[in-house]
């Protein structure tokens, strides 16, 4: 028989599922580039806050070539009129708009006109790879209504820069950098020539692939809080806390995001005891169906279908 004596006994692996787990290293030299300081919302204001109307809406594009296309849309629903009384007065209407849109990698124009004489355009251009210029107007026929603004936006390795220029003497600036891979924190300050208002204000925001969590705060008095839950790749739920600390008002919203195959359903409840849902389908290639509804409290109760 074989002696076993002097035999070493070959080291024990351990089970699979059981090694230990080292901790993820942080490469803080190779940080993500962080979304605009604007848009640290962006998330929860697609459900929270769509651009809800009250009536129906027909919107058609019709492409003519890879670049240029046209869009139609008709809106049919009550429009609200100045009155002494408590209860609104409102009167059906309907506007036609029309639009031209030209898509190039580089460079974005959208233009529109509306049947009652407001004319709506703007330009997204890449100047350099880094440099991006937007600009949006809107020009009205009603004195002292028209606007402008002009967003320089530069985008660095792991922070990004802008500067707004708008009419009424508006200028601002911003700047919000990656502190970890899912940690942005930014900073803006702005002047209103016009009203001669100034501010600063203060934002952070934490994302992953399930969630982003962000808050914000501006010496204006606002605090403003969001948090959004992916739940799926198709529906989402979003929340928000909105308070002023110089008016002490308050408001609170849930709401959602659900994402079906030809159409998606988005809707909010508040503390205000307002209720309001958004629904777009796709009835066809470049052809959309828009339906939206907003019911407010009992002295101010709008509905629309």
């Given at each position: 028989?074989?002696s076993?004596?002097?035999?070493v ?5 351990p089970?699979?599922?059981?090694e230990p787990?080292t901790a993820?290293?942080?490469d803080?030299?190779n940080l993500p ?7 640290i ?5 697609m459900?929270l ?8 809406r027909?919107?058609f594009?019709?492409?003519?070539n890879?670049k240029f296309?046209?869009?139609?849309s008709?809106f ?22 029309f ?6 990698p ?10 009652d004489g407001r ?13 991006i210029?937007k600009?949006n ?7 002292h ?13 792991d ?5 707004q220029?708008g ?17 942005s ?12 208002k ?6 952070a925001?934490y994302?992953?692939d399930?969630m982003?969590a962000?808050?914000q ?6 605090v ?5 839950q992916?739940v799926s ?7 928000d806390f ?9 408001t609170a919203?849930f ?5 079906l ?8 409840i508040?503390?205000n005891?307002c ?5 777009e ?6 052809l ?18």
């Amino acid at each position: 028989m074989a002696s076993h004596i002097g035999v070493v006994p070959p080291p024990m692996t351990p089970a699979k599922g059981n090694e230990p787990k080292t901790a993820e290293k942080i490469d803080y030299l190779n940080l993500p580039c962080p979304i605009p300081y604007e848009e640290i919302h962006r998330e929860a204001l697609m459900s929270l806050k769509p651009e809800l109307f009250e009536g129906m809406r027909f919107d058609f594009t019709k492409g003519l070539n890879q670049k240029f296309s046209l869009s139609h849309s008709v809106f049919m629903g009550p429009m609200e009129v100045p009155s002494q009384a408590s209860e609104t007065i409102k009167i059906p209407t309907a506007h036609y708009e029309f639009g031209a849109n030209f898509l190039d990698p580089k460079l974005m124009l959208f233009g529109r006109i509306l049947t009652d004489g407001r004319l709506n355009a703007r330009v997204k251009c890449d100047l350099t790879d880094n440099l991006i210029l937007k600009a949006n107007s809107q020009l009205t026929s009603e004195p002292h209504m028209s606007h402008g603004m002009v967003n320089f936006d530069y985008k660095g390795k792991d922070f990004r820069i802008q500067f707004q220029l708008g009419n009424g003497a508006l200028f601002g600036a911003s700047y919000i950098q990656s502190v970890t891979p899912h940690l942005s924190l930014g900073s803006e300050v702005f002047w209103a020539g016009q009203h001669r208002k100034s501010g600063i204000g203060l934002a952070a925001r934490y994302n992953t692939d399930k969630m982003v969590a962000t808050g914000q705060v501006a010496s204006t008095g606002m605090v403003a809080l969001s948090y959004v839950q992916k739940v799926s790749e198709k529906v989402s739920l979003a929340s928000d806390f909105m308070y002023n600390y110089m008016s002490r008002d308050v408001t609170a919203s849930f709401g959602y995001d659900y994402v079906l195959r030809q159409c998606r359903l988005r809707g909010k409840i508040d503390s205000n005891g307002c209720t309001a849902a958004f629904l777009e389908e796709r009835l066809n290639m470049g052809l959309n169906f828009i339906l939206s509804a907003e019911e407010r409290k009992p002295t101010e109760h709008v509905i629309s279908h």
